[in-house]
């Protein structure tokens, strides 16, 4: 049976998504942030023949994610997604997403590596010398955007970037960090989904015109470093080669897959 979930289900949600952490990432900072009752967050959850909460299923805007601790109810969570006009995104674990293509048609799908940080290797991540690293303020969301909007690899919308980016930063759900020169933003890094325990590092971008100079790697690690003190642990999807250097010479270590369907 597919019900909506409530304030009253926290407990059993938390309990079932707590095995898993890492990979109910989203899960675990939407519900411990944002409660049940947000006209941009929903859930519902499968339960199974003896009354168990088996699935669930989150809405955050327009994206959904599952996850499931066995058999679920694929057909009635696509039906859920189906009834949705504004939905354009299903991802999460590849073994859970796939359960859903015969009853959804996505226009792209992107396929992730997932990686966790528990502790910066600060002797590889070493920015310039003339960089200034620092955490970006509400007044920087402008210009942190204007360099995002710009890098080919992200899927952005641009009003959407900017309103999550300055909701992150009210809520302190995530954070931002920063390198400028001549008074433009030319590499940042964010979190998201920050919890208790763990966040994710998302929006890792430098200019095109100051590439291959570290800047990606100082700001990332200047990020990480400031929440591994926190004693939080780091997730983050990547899918470039190249970037993966960058994150593993930091210690990021590959822990799974992750895919993205479009609609």
Known sequence: MIRKLSAEDREEVLAMLGKEPARNLFFISDVENFG?????????????????????LLRYESG???????????????????????????????????????????????????????EVNRESAAAPGDAVIRRAELEDVEAVCSLTDIIEEFEVNPERSRSSLR????????????????????????????????????????????????????????????????????????DNPKAASIYKRIGFRDIGDWTMNYR
């Open 36 to 56: 049940f009752d947000q006209h941009f967050q929903e859930l519902w959850g499968d339960f199974g023949a003896e009354g168990t909460l088996t699935a669930v």
């Open 64 to 118: 959904y994610l599952p996850y499931a601790q066995g058999p679920f109810d694929a057909a009635g969570f696509a039906e859920i997604m189906l009834r949705d006009p504004h939905m354009e995104m299903l991802s999460g674990s590849s073994e859970f997403v796939e359960l859903f293509f015969p009853f959804l048609e996505f226009r792209k799908r992107k396929q992730m590596f997932f990686a966790e940080l528990k």
């Open 167 to 238: 909701r992150a930063l009210e809520t302190g759900t995530g954070r931002t960090y920063l390198v400028e020169r001549e008074g433009k933003v030319i590499a940042t890094a964010s979190t998201t989904a920050e919890n208790s325990m763990s966040a994710m590092v998302i929006s890792v971008a430098t200019h095109p015109d100051y590439r291959g100079q570290g800047l990606a790697s100082g700001v990332v690690s200047a990020l990480c470093s400031e929440l591994n003190t926190e004693g939080k642990s780091l997730c983050l999807f990547y």
